[in-house]
């Protein structure tokens, strides 16, 4: 059956599945992928139906995983790696932006490196430091890594393989809040392209722009702002490095408002990129400055405050509002 | 800070051990030698060779044609040819010793320093100079050699080659992988996951310690309180020391852990003890930071010149041979200044290439405004 409902964890396990089974040269890589199929399950069963030479328990070094990685890739490998958890991809860092984004450029194009880096990332699950965290600017701010992010199972499911089909090395933040969300998985789709831009649900007064696991938050926005008589676009980017610009324009172009809703800090943050970029490009179109709604300047909190430092839907909904306003 | 801790700490101060800076932490143990200061050939129970006079030429030919080049790259950096040298004057013995180990499908990840392990390659040596004259980061074709590009930042090449020999190893070939890096690296934690990594996967990879005993300014008792090749015990496979500045040990031991690696046993730390007789690039002072008694020391365990003795004293090179091993080297040297400067600067949109192998978006609008941003002085000028 080409179309199943399935939970966002299990699309990608599939997702991994079939890039195992399509291409030999593809390894999974990290701590705990093995038996355990990984803390999330995401590699749940693969290294027993491909082996411990596909699917690869590592020590228990980031920096080690990424490192040898890109010597896989040199061999002509396509090493996907897990990183536990979004605040433990730092000890990788060094070798992500020093080896892995520029080693291409180096060899004047002459070598690829076929890396996808799987991070778990984001809050909401009650987890103690350093696993809630959303770095995705800190990669997105490197020239020579790509970097995205699936909102629902589907993308989970293509955008994982498009992934691992790009010859580029792409940072995969997979938005952990949303790993038990279930939703309609094609097998058989011809996705679109991995750095597209979709229009998630349309609206004519604004338009709010999200990735990752703040999409479902500015669905539940837009619904809610409905009752109340607001029409509000949703836009999922999808990709945060490149962002797709042209389709996001037309959306404001069309709105005239754009809020940009992300979990990480907004200091630094993408938010800041689109805002500067769209103001750029729909200066003479908006009606409102671009706001933003994320994280505040601050370390990730405690669990029991996350609710008030992640931007729900009040906060989403209280944007809206100060943009039609103006 | 307490009285009893200051009296701790008192002896590590103590002038005794300062003037032991940059001595090794051991006199030498179990350094494997072939051929002494002297030049004399001696045997060792492990370790033996069986060179004919013409491949001894060989290897003393690359040695002598590695110093030239250089010496002519630090005196195209005098003369602003280049922005910046990182010389391995003194260290040619390891590089040559250890890059004529290896064969052709072996493949290398180097530091930035290993001039003499390209020339063993047989990379070109003006393609070493583009990264140093700043028309480039490396450039040359890794595949083309099985020589990496250079790594500048400390270390990070030990994982790209543990990473490279896990593969070897999958794809069942035999060769073997080779990674360059020096004592100053050696405190890198990617060094130890490499060491990590290559022991727990069985990898078929030989760590290649380059000890010249100073990282810049800092001496190897500021790395490590063992001797460095003891470090591989810990990890659970061999390490050996070998005397640096021996052309033969090198060689002889560096093709036994690649032997090694290729039989599927695994990693081998080589530590080859050395001296870097100059700077740690052109734009440091070792004066600063290092007795000239000290290098006048290791000046006379010169790895040229006890090859040379060697080879004279048995007869196996005459003066005709070292006349035209000269004249061969004056030619490398012109060779090498003609193409430095006739090395064309990069273009200006160059910096937009090869970011991406699939493209991206971001980089072609970037591109396509800065070239209209040129364009339009061209524009003006007419």
């Known amino acids: ?326 | 800070m307490t009285v009893e801790s200051t009296a701790a700490r008192k002896p590590r101060r103590s002038s005794k051990r300062a003037s032991a800076a940059g001595k090794p932490q051991s006199s030498e143990p179990q350094l494997v030698q072939l051929l002494t200061p002297e030049g004399v050939r001696v045997e060792h129970p492990e370790y033996d060779i069986d060179l004919s006079a013409d491949e001894m030429r060989g290897l003393y030919r690359d040695m002598v044609l590695t110093r030239r080049f250089d010496g002519e790259a630090t005196a195209l950096q005098r003369q602003g040819e280049l922005g910046l040298w990182a010389s391995l004057l003194g260290q040619e013995a390891a590089q040559i010793g250890s890059g004529r180990a290896l064969r052709d499908d072996d493949y290398v990840f180097p530091t930035y320093r290993e001039h003499g392990v390209a020339w063993c390659r047989g990379v070109d040596p003006t393609n070493l100079l583009g990264m140093f004259r700043g028309v480039n980061h490396g450039g040359w074709d890794p595949n083309t050699n099985n020589f990496h590009l250079y790594t500048i930042v400390i270390g990070s090449q030990t994982l790209h080659a543990t990473g490279y020999a896990m593969g070897v190893a999958k794809d069942g070939a035999d060769s073997a992988v080779i990674a360059y890096f020096g004592d100053g690296a050696s405190s890198q934690g990617d060094v130890a996951e490499s060491f990590t990594f290559s022991a727990v996967y069985n990898a078929p990879v030989v760590f290649f310690c380059q000890n010249n005993q100073w990282a810049i300014s800092e001496p190897t008792e500021k790395q490590t309180r063992v001797p460095l090749y003891q470090r591989a015990q810990g990890f659970g496979f061999p390490g050996v020391r070998v005397d640096g500045n021996d052309v033969l040990a090198c060689l002889a031991v560096t093709r036994s852990a690649l032997e090694r690696a290729r039989r599927g046993e695994g990693p081998t730390l080589v530590e080859a003890f050395t001296y870097r007789m100059g700077a740690h690039t052109t734009s440091d002072d070792p004066t600063k930071y290092r007795h000239d008694d000290e290098r006048q020391a290791w000046e006379a365990k010169d790895p040229i010149q006890r090859l040379r003795t060697y080879l004279e004293t048995e007869g196996h090179a005459d003066a005709a041979f070292f006349a035209a091993l000269e004249e061969e080297s004056d030619t490398l040297a012109k060779r090498v200044r003609e193409a430095v400067r006739a090395m064309p600067d990069p273009q200006d949109m160059a910096m937009f290439d090869h970011i991406y192998a699939d493209g991206h978006a971001l980089v072609d609008e970037e591109r396509a405004e800065f070239a209209a941003y040129q364009a339009s002085f061209a524009e003006e000028g007419k």
Request: charged share 25%; hydrophobic share 40%; proline share 6%.
């Open chain 1, 1 to 326: 059956m080409a179309v199943q409902k399935l939970p966002l964890a299990k699309a990608l396990n599939e997702s991994l599945r079939k890039a195992l089974e399509t291409d030999p040269k593809v390894l999974i890589m990290g701590e705990d992928v093995g038996k355990l199929g990984g803390v999330f399950r995401i590699t749940d069963g693969l290294q027993k139906d491909f082996g411990e030479d596909r699917v690869i328990d590592t020590p228990l070094a980031e920096s080690g995983i990424v490192g040898t990685a890109i010597g896989l890739a040199l061999r002509g490998y396509r090493p996907v790696v897990e990183i536990q958890f979004d605040g433990f991809v730092f000890p990788a860092y060094d070798q992500i932006v020093t080896q892995l984004a520029k080693m291409h450029a180096r060899a004047l194009g002459k070598i690829k490196l076929p890396v996808v880096v799987r991070i778990p990332y984001g809050g909401g699950i009650g987890a103690v430091e350093h696993h809630s965290e959303s770095p995705e600017a800190l990669f997105a701010h490197v020239a020579g890594l790509k970097v995205v992010s699936p909102s629902n199972a589907s993308d989970g499911y293509w955008m994982l393989q498009q992934a691992i089909q790009s010859d580029d090395p792409v940072i995969f933040f997979e938005p952990k809040r949303r790993y038990w969300d279930k939703g309609e998985v094609d097998t058989e789709a011809i996705p679109g392209p991995l750095h597209t831009a979709r229009v998630a649900r349309e609206g004519a007064d604004l338009t709010l722009a999200a990735y990752g696991p703040m999409v479902k938050v500015c669905l539940e926005a837009a619904a809610a702002a409905q009752e109340e008589g607001k029409s509000v676009e949703v836009v999922d980017l999808r990709s945060m490095s490149p962002i797709d610009f042209d389709t996001l324009q037309t959306s404001v172009e069309k709105t005239r408002r754009l809020v940009v809703v992300h979990e990480a800090p907004v200091f630094y943050g993408s938010g800041a990129e689109i805002a500067a970029r769209i103001t750029e490009r729909c200066f003479y179109h908006l009606e409102a400055p671009v706001l933003r709604v994320g994280g505040f300047h601050a370390p990730y909190p405690p669990a029991r405050l996350e609710e008030e430092y992640l931007p729900g839907l009040d906060r989403v909904l209280d944007a809206v509002d100060r943009s039609l306003a103006y």
